[in-house]
């Protein structure tokens, strides 16, 4: 009898979540929007605290009016999974790296050392180059907001790197993009591609030897447990992709567009102060954990990713790597 009452009070919880769930889904009056972002980072991490920013600006700019939900951690599955759901209109918002499945051109972002600095990235994000660009994934139903950030990428390890010499065999984890493939393949590593959720595990275990990601991410998701030593290679700047439903947008009225696109930009400025003001703190407390920083020249691994850029330039030509080379240094 017992029993029979647990699995009784267990599909009652199962419904009423699942009621629950559909209600919030929902608007919840004739009045309120609500939007839903999704993303897969831990809610310590700039992201997620960015992201509350841009909840903040909009709820009090439309006066309640638009109500918005924030999903960390891959609460509603993982970055390749929210992002299709935006596709489909079946979510509204996604802030993720993952776009790849509808059209590599905006990796052109990501080749490596194509950015000298922040600043750099920063002004052709914003600039007339990252509009364009963005604008080729509407026809898949997304409207990149505003660029994110994302960082300069860094490698961890369990063994000291110098040199891409150092690099020859290595099993390193890399996101599931072929640009981040194709990079560590030029470098001599042996890049293993799999999803982030899997990444703690996989370096727990030893099914990878080392990761790359910006500092934030491996601090925030506590890397220095399992990694020894934190490479300051510089090798790739990412952004991350602030989404929306563009049939969700479109939906809404004029005020309510200017409410989210003025909000989206205002929060990928403050998530890039606020990265830059963390990181060597978050280096700090690296270091003082345990990890060994190692800093590389990097003139070496630049000589090395010349292959990258041939292989990006036969899929979609030269003239867009030159026009962003020649924006980032006017």
């Known amino acids: 009898m017992k029993y029979m009452r647990g699995i009784v009070i267990s599909l009652l919880f199962v419904l009423g979540f699942s009621l629950v769930f559909v209600f919030f889904t929902q608007k919840e009056d004739d009045k309120t929007i609500l939007i839903r972002i999704g993303h897969d980072q831990p809610v310590v991490n700039e992201r997620h605290i960015a992201l509350t920013h841009f909840k903040e600006l909009v709820e009090e700019r439309s006066n309640g009016e638009i109500r918005v939900e924030i999903y960390p951690q891959g609460l509603l599955g993982n970055e390749a999974t929210l992002t299709e759901s935006v596709s489909f209109d079946d979510l509204e918002m996604v802030a ?32 007339e180059i990252g509009r364009e660009v963005a604008d080729t994934y509407l026809d898949n139903n997304l409207r990149i907001l505003a660029y994110f950030e994302n960082g300069f990428r860094q490698i961890t390890s369990n063994r000291p790197i110098y040199s891409p010499e150092d690099l020859k ?19 001599g590593a042996n890049p293993t591609p799999m999803g982030f959720g899997e990444l703690y595990t996989a370096l727990q275990q030893g099914t990878v030897d080392a990761q790359e990601n910006p500092v ?14 934190l490479i300051m290679t510089n090798h790739q700047y990412m952004p991350v992709h602030l989404i929306i439903s563009d049939e969700f947008f479109q939906s ?13 930009q205002e929060s990928a400025e403050f998530h890039r102060q606020l990265l830059r003001e963390r990181e060597q703190q978050m280096i700090d407390e690296l270091v003082a954990d345990g990890m060994k920083v190692i800093e590389v020249d990097t003139e070496p691994f630049k000589e090395k990713v010349g292959p990258v850029y041939e292989w990006f330039a036969r899929i979609h030509g030269q003239e867009i790597i030159d026009r962003i080379l020649k924006a980032a240094k006017s």
Not at 216 to 229: G, H, I, L, M, S
Not at 252 to 264: G, H, P, R, T, V
């Open 169 to 187: 065999g290595l099993k390193i984890r890399t996101p599931e993009f072929p640009m981040s493939i194709q990079v560590f393949n030029a470098l």
């Open 96 to 127: 993720t790296s993952s776009t790849n499945q509808y059209g590599s051109l905006i990796s052109v972002f990501e080749l490596p050392y194509l950015f000298d600095s922040y600043e750099e990235a920063w002004a052709t994000l914003d600039g």
């Open 252 to 264: 809404l009225s004029k005020e309510y567009q200017e409410i989210i696109q003025k909000s989206a």
């Open 216 to 229: 934030a991410n491996a601090y925030t998701n506590k890397f220095q447990e399992v990694q020894d030593y």
